[in-house]
């Protein structure tokens, strides 16, 4: 049974990750509602239908347990910690939208279906990758013994329920797959689209442009009107439609950086453990319990360590202690613990194995041995490396990762690289699992160091942040409803500008963890100043809501500021485009145009319509649109384009060899159809939806 023990702690593994299986989309919401509305247990709606705080959670403790495992145990930041809540919310919002268009349709996996699912004779790849044999190919007679367990008395509850939350999320992505292929084999390229899209790969046109920049105006140059703004609004009107509710804020920030005095008991501290550190016998040790950073002790070349220390290093004596010195916002001090000379680089393949798929890293370590007894008895490396190594792409070259310098690997694999012998086979465990790894090649040869630090950061004493905090909190207690950018001022205070910040941001300008102010600014009224100082790092923080742009079409008031480059750049197009207008007034050519307008002709050749970009500009698919709808020799009207004004003038068309065998086009764009209508098919399921994202409450 142990196998089976072994084989469920992997189901338990994998149910995590077919969770989150289904079609991850961008959030794109409709939701008038304001943030402060909805019941104290609701995290959002999808029409209609609730999704409870409690279900959100556990999965988005699903996710982010999923993350660190995938991830080896990396820390969550801010930034990560907004991306798995952006992902699972995203989940639930696709399955919401699939799962009504699935009911609908009656799409559902039958009985049969079910079984052939799980038993069949080709079972669900999901299935297939849980029980396989030694050469890593699948085994039926494992996962029917596997079945046989789970019928018998033997089997746990646990077990059972996650066997049965597997089976149902195999089942999800199952109907969701046939959803998907029912659209996907809808869609139809015909012989028009071929052709269309040969001739705008292949078709090319030469023709001839001149063009005013709109940088020949100066911006002080341009007086821009309230018919301006508003003749620029109407028109792209439709760009102007908030998916969620934005906020901005601006805020005043006190910062609480170390004093000369903190600077200085820091010192003080570092330099107390400098006799210890001189006498120390086990320089790992003392690095681990007394330094702030638990780097593992590693040989180095010349170049490696920072400069303070480089120098001195590789010309002094093993035991030599150097510091204290400030470096990088620590005081640091530094003992040389071996000098050698040895590779400037090595090779080695590997076999990777998880501990969390192979039952904890005792069994890692367990199968590793069995591995490497399997190789000693002439088992090929290669084909034990491409069936059991979790790296894919090394296992693929038969476990090679390549030749390597110092510090470009993990330090304990490193070790073992560098201070093996060419031949070696060693275990060793590292943040990425279990390696199994065989030492190919060493190369080089100079003088490497290994250099123990210890060091202590400079951070503010209590006494440093009390006075700061004091005086934040001085500075709330003298604001009224009208009067931030006075006291500020007052003050000598900075203020910053969080603009357009959406209610789950996790950054903010200028505030790396700025999760508790953006709360509080999406709970609060236009014009509101926080009642309390927020800390924020080492930075006491008070803002004041200084917008708030509502879910829906925002009104020019809101966006005027925002369009105001590109309302100027359209003032300025209608002058050079004047200006043009004037030059074709009795000109037959555009080398007319140009000398009378000011500007240069130049001649373009082989530009293909799929690829709308002038040889030094930007893309500007308006003239080169235009281009191919020109007929030659004519002098085209003025076309405001991206950098400026152009007038074109078409000399030829270089047709291609006609299409006689379009299958391969008629293929290429069916593919480019069925990847996009994944995608967008969500995206109009998302644009008939009616959903509400209070996340912000609560995250």
Known sequence: MGFLRERMGKILAIVIGV????????????????????DATTVGEINGEKIGYADFSTKLDQSTQQFKQQSGGQSLTPQINSYIQETTWNQFLTE????????????????????????????????????VNEKGQFDPAKLNQFLAYLQSPKAEKTQLEAWKDFIVNLEAAKVQQKYMALVTNGLYVNSLDAQDDYLAKNKLANFKYTVLDYASIPDANVKLSDDDYSTYYNEHKSEFKNANELRSFKYVSFNAAPSKDDTLAVKAQVEKLLPEFKASTNDSLFVQINSETKAQLVYQKKGQLEPKLDSIMFGAEKGFTYGPYLSNGSYKIAKLVDTRVGPDSAQAKHILLNPATEGGVDKAIAKA???????????????LAKNFSIDKASAEKGGDVGMFGRNMMTPLFEEIAFNGKV??????????????????????????????QVDKPLVPSSKTQ????????????????????????KAGLAIKNAEDVSGNAATVLGLDNAREVVKWAFKSDKGTFS?????IGDQYVIALVSAIKPAGFLALDAVKKQIEPMVRIAVKGKQLSDKFNAALNGASTIDQVAQKAGSKVVPLQNIVFANPVIPGSAAEYKVIGTVFGSQPNKVSKPIEGQQGVYVISLDSFTNPAQLTNNVREKTQLGQTLAQRSQ????????DKANVKDNRAKFF
């Open 679 to 686: 995608g967008q098919v969500l995206d109009a399921l998302k």
């Open 19 to 38: 969770a989150l299986l289904g079609f991850i989309a961008e959030e794109v919401v409709r939701s008038g509602s304001s943030f402060l509305k909805g």
């Open 466 to 489: 009390n006075a700061v905090y004091s005086k934040a909190q001085a500075f709330l207690s003298s604001l009224s409803a009208d009067n931030f950018d006075a006291q500020a001022k």
């Open 96 to 131: 919401k939208l699939l799962g009504k268009e699935i009911s609908r349709l009656g799409l559902v996996v039958g009985p049969d279906e079910r079984q052939a699912m799980i038993s069949g004779n080709n079972p669900d790849p999901q299935i297939q990758r849980q029980f």
């Open 369 to 383: 041995d069995s591995l490497k007894k399997l190789i000693a008895g002439g088992k090929s490396f290669a084909e």
């Open 423 to 452: 031949g070696d086979i060693k275990i060793v465990t590292t943040p990425f699992g279990v390696h199994l790894m065989q030492i190919t090649a060493q190369k080089g040869s100079s003088k490497v160091v290994k250099v123990a």
């Open 531 to 535: 009642d309390q100082v927020f800390t």
